[in-house]
């Protein structure tokens, strides 16, 4: 997600600088992009890489089976940051908050009743986070996106465990059903929109949904892989039970069982409240995969 905001920055002629803990951006960076490492789950570091920010964009995760002892005080600690520097603070966000919504379509407007530990750990940060807008002590946006794919994009359910098997002629991995309408949302779209609400005063302070195009199913997006590279698709499926059974050896694996209602129901995001207040629509699915496909086929 960093990596896509600040192409989109460098694009606009903005002066931008990427931060991570080795100070190495996985890709050639454009002219006047400069990096530093820098470890923000120190509050002292965090500042220092905030110092001269007039916005600051929040593409921070870690992993998930570190989410209850990290994600707390990363984000709290980019929070300070900006509250200290008076820079924007644009949130890159997900919809775990929402919880298990038995199928009924995702819009910013619906209660955040997640029963899970990460929708619990996610509804809490945002709460903070908009807490702080409110209280006029930071200048807050929060943008939210579905399951992510695209170029940079590898762990996730469109990733390196889908994608790069069916480029060299493998079977992809799909989870759970994969004939239920999911919304997967373009990373350079999630990237666009967060760029679009720190340009406008009063997008902050809301949480907004990355524009999506339409829903398809995780068997319709990997067909379009399968098309796109010349292979018959193939698939295997990793059921609650396999995921239960792979969890036991590695955690983060045991981490997305609790998600997984994302995948055994219907997952539809309505993005229509960004598209009409920035006349933005999501990326056509098809390019989507066109684009994703040239990614991984030069850097798998």
């Known amino acids: 997600m960093g990596i896509h905001v600040m192409q989109n920055l460098s694009a606009r002629g903005e002066r931008v600088q990427m931060v991570n803990r080795s100070g190495k951006a996985p890709t050639t960076l454009p002219a006047g992009v400069s990096e530093i490492a820098a470890d923000v789950a120190n509050l002292e570091s965090a500042h220092n890489a905030a110092n001269g920010a007039t916005h600051i964009y929040n593409c921070v995760n870690a992993p998930y089976d570190k989410w209850d002892t990290l994600m707390q005080p990363?984000?709290?600690?980019?929070?300070?940051?900006?509250?200290?520097?008076n820079a924007k603070l644009i949130v890159g966000?997900?919809?775990?908050?929402?919880?298990?919504?038995?199928?009924?379509?995702?819009?910013?407007?619906?209660?955040?009743?997640?029963?899970?530990?990460?929708?619990?750990?996610?509804?809490?940060?945002?709460?903070?986070?908009?807490a702080a807008h409110r209280a006029?002590?930071?200048?807050?946006g929060i943008v939210r996106g579905a399951d992510?794919?695209?170029?940079?994009?590898?762990?996730?359910v469109m990733g390196e465990r889908a994608i790069a098997p069916a480029i060299q002629g493998k079977a992809a991995q799909l989870v759970g059903n994969p004939d239920l309408p999911h919304t997967n949302t373009f990373i350079g779209d999630m990237a666009k929109a967060m760029v679009l609400v720190g340009e406008r005063d009063d997008a902050l302070g809301q949480v907004w949904f990355?524009?999506?195009?339409?829903?398809?199913?995780?068997?319709?997006?990997i067909n379009r892989v399968f098309t796109e590279v010349g292979h018959k698709p193939r698939y295997t499926i990793a059921?609650?039970?396999?995921?239960?059974?792979l969890g036991i050896f590695m955690p983060p694996v045991r981490e997305v069982v609790e998600m997984l209602y994302q995948f055994e129901k219907p997952f539809v995001v309505d993005s229509s409240k960004f598209e009409r207040a920035f006349g933005v629509k999501g990326t056509p699915m098809d390019e989507v995969v066109r684009q994703t496909v040239a990614w991984y086929k030069h850097n798998l």
């Open 239 to 245: 059921t609650k039970l396999i995921l239960q059974g």
């Open 148 to 156: 992510f794919i695209g170029p940079f994009v590898t762990n996730a």
């Open 136 to 140: 006029g002590t930071a200048r807050v």
């Open 74 to 85: 990363l984000f709290a600690n980019i929070l300070a940051a900006a509250t200290k520097t």
């Open 210 to 221: 990355a524009p999506n195009d339409t829903a398809l199913t995780q068997r319709q997006i």
């Open 93 to 130: 966000d997900n919809l775990y908050m929402y919880g298990d919504t038995n199928g009924a379509v995702i819009h910013e407007d619906l209660p955040e009743k997640a029963s899970t530990k990460k929708g619990k750990i996610r509804a809490q940060i945002s709460a903070q986070m908009l």
